[in-house]
């Protein structure tokens, strides 16, 4: 009874599971089947063609660089534009300061993704808001809209409050007492970041890093909505398959290679986040003989 | 006075400004632009109208959206946190082989991009035969949302004694009695935030329900989607104004209960 009751209770999920599991991999299985020409219908044999036609096709590879990069520059903006407002979040001696900020990013959080992608086409449009306070300082209009940029902007708004949430649980849990204590030191402000904040907030960092970096790979609202077709990713370019070449077959191939680099990112991340992990502890270990006792603030 | 208490520079509260600006303004643009008397937005505004409010509720594709989209939340949110629960349970309370394992393949849905989730859905209900349109959203979100809610239970339980249940057991209460007269009330915060997020993700997502909606069943993002490429009005500013006051709602209601920081600090 006792062995059997954790099995009982995760039954529910493992139908669940089930489920998800049934349909992702006879969706993968479709992958090796061909699409019919001009039929709605696909059949054998069985076959790798997809998957060459895929790695073969120049324009392929260049969706998936160009998917990677978009990831690789949502995530750099993210910790740039995010750790500060972080910090501020979880250092403030301000209760109004922490309530605004948390207000501010949990509605936007909840305000959804929709509601977003259209507010950047009202911002960065040709008639936007942007360009039209730049037409009314006698300024040129600026190509805001249908590029990589919109594409960046959106998704990096998208990921904020991701990140922002995630990174401040992390820089929460570190005592100040320890910033204090170098302080007293004589440590500079710049010291303290680079030597004990810095070091400590690194597997938050990393863990909220690849939420954003999950978001940005898998972005497909806003280059559909803020791309003007021109901007193509991974995702963009399956839902294209699909809707306007009715090649599931290619699509699934697709899928499948876009899954691959999805789990290698992640699993490259999981990599970095147990090596930080590790040097935390080794710090945290020898931190009684460095740094003196502080007292809790 | 050292000089340490305030714990960052100026530079640092201007980059956090920045940073906060660059995040609510759309929310903030929206708003303004749903009141706006003018379909192009202009600067300040020339006066108030609700006209694109009535417009929104008045569209009957977008009423149809509207109560699909609440329909699917409404089911998916409490099957969620009833399949979550217990899974919680499981995983914090008992040891058992795969447990890391199970973990991984439950948040897994996290990663995997939603247009491909949303495509293996399709075959999938296509081949069983339900077909696409409100049941087989109703599945996908299910799977969809069960990590968003199984991951504030999980944080929730890890701080919740386990003795005060061990004590109750022995005072004479049965197992499930113990669980739900001690350990449940205070899964609460938990509870919560995982039916917050479930609700809120079931509702807004887009990339996967794309692929299961049909001419009769429609959801809000799939509505506001098409109406953004046809037309040029702010009725879709509207729409998202009354998502936005929603979850502005229920960002109070959990102030008033379990207060923000308790919230998130369970995500």
């Known amino acids: ?297 | 006075m050292s000089n340490y208490t305030h714990p960052y520079t100026a530079g640092v509260s201007v980059a956090a400004g920045v940073a906060l600006f660059f995040t609510v303004a759309p929310v903030l643009l929206i708003l303004l632009y749903a009141f706006s008397p003018t379909s192009y937005l202009s600067f300040p505004p020339t006066g108030v109208t609700l006209k694109w409010f009535s417009n929104f509720f008045a569209n009957t594709r977008f009423q149809n959206a509207l109560w699909n989209s609440l329909g699917i939340a409404a089911i998916v949110t409490p099957i969620s946190l009833a399949i979550a629960l217990p899974t919680a349970v499981a995983i914090v309370r008992h040891e058992f082989t795969g447990k890391k394992l199970l973990l991984g393949a439950l948040l897994s849905p996290l990663l995997i991009p939603g247009v491909i989730t949303g495509i293996a859905f399709l075959s999938f209900a296509v081949s069983v035969g339900i077909g696409t349109g409100f049941r087989a959203i109703v599945l996908a979100m299910i799977c969809f949302t069960l990590p968003f809610s199984l991951r504030p239970l999980v944080a929730n339980l890890h701080g919740v004694d386990h003795d005060l249940e061990k004590a109750a057991r022995n005072l004479g209460a049965g197992p499930i009695e113990a669980f739900f007269r001690v350990t449940l009330p205070q899964l609460k915060p938990g509870l919560i935030a995982g039916a917050v997020f479930a609700f809120v993700e079931a509702i807004d997502n887009f990339a996967i329900t794309a692929f299961l909606t049909d001419v009769k069943t429609s959801t809000l993002p799939i509505e506001a989607f098409g109406y953004i490429r046809d037309f040029d009005d702010p009725t879709v500013a509207a729409m998202a104004s009354v998502l936005i006051a929603l979850s502005v709602v229920l960002v109070f209601l959990i102030e008033r209960v379990v207060g923000l920081d308790r919230f998130l600090a369970n995500r």
């Open chain 1, 1 to 297: 009874m006792k062995r059997a009751t954790p099995f009982l209770l995760i039954t529910p999920a493992l139908l669940v599971l089930g489920l998800f599991a049934v349909s992702l991999f006879s969706f993968i299985g479709i992958s090796f089947l061909k699409q019919d020409p001009g039929g709605a219908s696909f059949g054998g044999p069985l076959s790798l063609d997809n998957y060459a036609k895929a790695i073969g096709s120049e324009y392929v590879r260049h969706v998936a660089f160009q998917t990677f990069m978009l990831a690789v520059k949502v995530t750099a903006l993210a910790i740039l534009l995010g750790f500060p407002l972080a910090y501020v979040l979880a250092r403030s001696p301000s209760p109004l300061v922490r309530n605004t900020i948390l207000f501010g990013l949990v509605a936007t959080f909840l305000s959804g993704g929709v509601t977003r992608a259209y507010a950047w086409m009202l911002i960065l449009g040709n008639k936007g808001v942007v360009n039209s306070i730049l037409s009314g300082l006698g300024l040129p209009a600026l190509p805001l809209i249908n590029n990589e940029f919109a594409v960046i902007v959106s998704v990096l708004n998208f990921a904020m409050p991701f990140f922002v949430l995630t990174l401040f649980g992390t820089l929460q849990a570190i005592p100040v007492s320890l910033e204090h204590a170098a302080r007293n030191l004589g440590a500079s402000r710049t010291r303290v970041f680079l030597e004990v904040t810095w070091p400590l907030a690194l597997p938050g960092l990393v863990a909220a890093s690849s939420l954003v970096f999950a978001i940005g790979l898998a972005a497909f609202l806003f280059p559909e909505l803020l791309g003007g077709g021109k901007v193509h990713v991974s995702a963009t370019s399956i839902y294209q398959k699909i809707q306007t070449d009715y090649d599931l077959p290619s699509a699934a191939a697709l899928s499948v290679l876009f899954l691959a680099l999805t789990f290698a990112v992640f699993a490259f991340f999981g990599l970095v986040q147990r090596s930080f992990a590790r040097r935390v502890q080794k710090r945290q270990q020898a931190a009684p003989e460095r740094l003196p006792q502080a007292q809790p603030a």
